[in-house]
């Protein structure tokens, strides 16, 4: 007769029909079909953010990079002087002028260039380091056509002497210093001029002049218009989105509604809507002088005072949603207990009920700067002309001037400067964490 063995306490058990090894093999099986599991479901996420992460690498990410690549590289001369920048290529005696070759090569490069269509930008791309290049060039390039076309074919020293002969800047090395650099498609010109500087013929890098240097200046006041914009949206948002979660659910659903109708009509509608309404002669001006509010109308146009009241206007939902998701998971007994317990209304508002809101306000502070950093339109059409914003002038050297460099350079400025700001948030954010949680 078999004897049954009893269970004891922390003593593993065995019987015949279970055999010890294979109670472990089970359970070593276990973590790896979990891992299998696990990989399975990370496998099957991939696959489902796989189309939005191309759709966003292909439209967004590439576009944007290639973009702020225009800032630092710029192959317009090398590509209509080729023969020059070989030519170049040996030169290393900055006190003098480089050899016959080069004026030949540079003769021959202006002339094909001209043919190709390409000497006007590679004339205008120069001209921005050294005033003057493109005037220089294009006589340069009606000197050459008007040579005798039946006389033989001019060696590289008579060439030489006859560029010095026609204008005495191809005698000078800085001429030339400035041609070898922009020959060299990797280029810092353009985020000097975006920070006020330019590069010398002979190297050397200086602040440009007060008449010229404005980027920086512009920086400011894209950066300043944007703070008064955030403060002024969060001191009509908070009171209307703490007004707005006290309602009841019906009402407050109308109430969104209404704050959202604006967020969903565009941008450029809303803005048509204020040049209407803010004019001398428009609603605003009109409903104050009939009720005596003022005596002669308001200049709200055309100014800072109309970029404020459309740019608020338009970012205000901005602050109002996510303000909103967080109130509304804030109790208010919070607040009735503090004040039950003796505090001020305005006490228990201040030390209980706001800094459970502040992860909201943070956001949508956050998103409102950020928002206002890249507005144009706004200030295009409501402001003067020393209210426009960094932005505008991206837009103008890629629309009207076509200066991609110059805009590609700005948008990095502005963007490194965003980022910045950002970084000092969430170290801000992370200091400010571990003190919440004592």
């Known amino acids: 007769m078999a004897s049954s063995t009893q269970p004891v306490a922390g003593v593993s058990h065995t019987t015949r029909d279970e055999p010890a090894g294979a109670t472990e093999a089970a359970g070593a099986a276990r973590p790896a079909i979990v891992r299998l599991r696990l990989r399975g479901d990370v496998r099957g996420a991939l696959l489902l953010v796989a189309p939005l992460v191309l759709f966003m690498l292909v439209f967004f990410a590439v576009p944007v990079a290639s973009l702020l690549t225009r800032g630092v590289w710029d192959d317009t001369v090398q590509k209509a002087f080729p023969a020059t920048r070989a030519a170049l290529a040996g030169w290393h005696t900055r006190g003098e002028a480089p050899p016959s070759a080069a004026y030949n090569a540079l003769a021959h490069d202006i002339l094909a260039a001209d043919d190709a269509g390409t000497l006007g930008d590679a004339a205008a791309r120069l001209n921005q380091n050294l005033p003057g290049m493109r005037l220089l060039l294009m006589r340069t390039r009606h ?72 980027y920086l200046s512009i920086l400011g006041r894209t950066f300043w218009i944007s703070a008064v914009v955030t403060v002024l949206v969060t001191l009509f948002g908070y009171p209307l989105t703490y007004w707005l979660n006290g309602l009841p659910p019906r009402r407050q659903r109308l109430v969104m509604l209404a704050v959202l109708i604006p967020f969903w009509t565009s941008i450029l509608v809303r803005i048509c809507a204020w040049m209407v309404v803010l004019p001398q002669s428009g609603l605003v001006n009109r409903v104050l002088m009939s009720v005596d509010a003022i005596d002669h109308p308001l200049a709200l146009l055309y100014n800072r005072t109309g970029v404020y009241i459309s740019m608020v206007h338009i970012l205000i939902p901005f602050m109002v949603l996510p303000l909103f998701a967080v109130m509304r998971n804030v109790p208010r007994n919070y607040t009735l207990a503090a004040i039950s317990l003796g505090s001020h209304p305005f006490g228990a508002f201040w030390r209980v009920y706001l800094p459970q809101t502040l992860p909201g306000l943070a956001a949508g502070a956050m998103l409102v700067f950020i928002s206002a950093l890249g507005y144009y339109i706004a200030p295009a059409l409501l402001g003067g002309a020393g209210d426009q914003m960094l932005s505008y002038y991206i837009a103008y050297f890629t629309n009207v001037s076509v200066n991609w460099g110059l805009a590609a350079a700005l948008a990095t400025l502005l963007l490194a400067a965003t980022a910045l700001l950002f970084i000092v948030y969430r170290m801000a954010a992370g200091r400010r964490a571990p003190l919440e949680g004592l």
């Open 143 to 214: 000197h050459l056509d008007d040579r005798d076309p039946t006389s033989a074919a001019p060696d590289a020293a008579s060439v030489q002497q006859d560029l010095r002969g026609f204008d005495a800047r191809w005698s000078e090395p800085s001429t030339w210093l400035v041609l070898e650099r922009a020959l060299t498609p990797l280029t810092a010109d353009n985020l000097l001029r975006a920070l006020d500087h330019t590069r010398q013929p002979d190297g050397s890098i200086v602040p440009l002049g007060s008449d010229e240097g404005v």
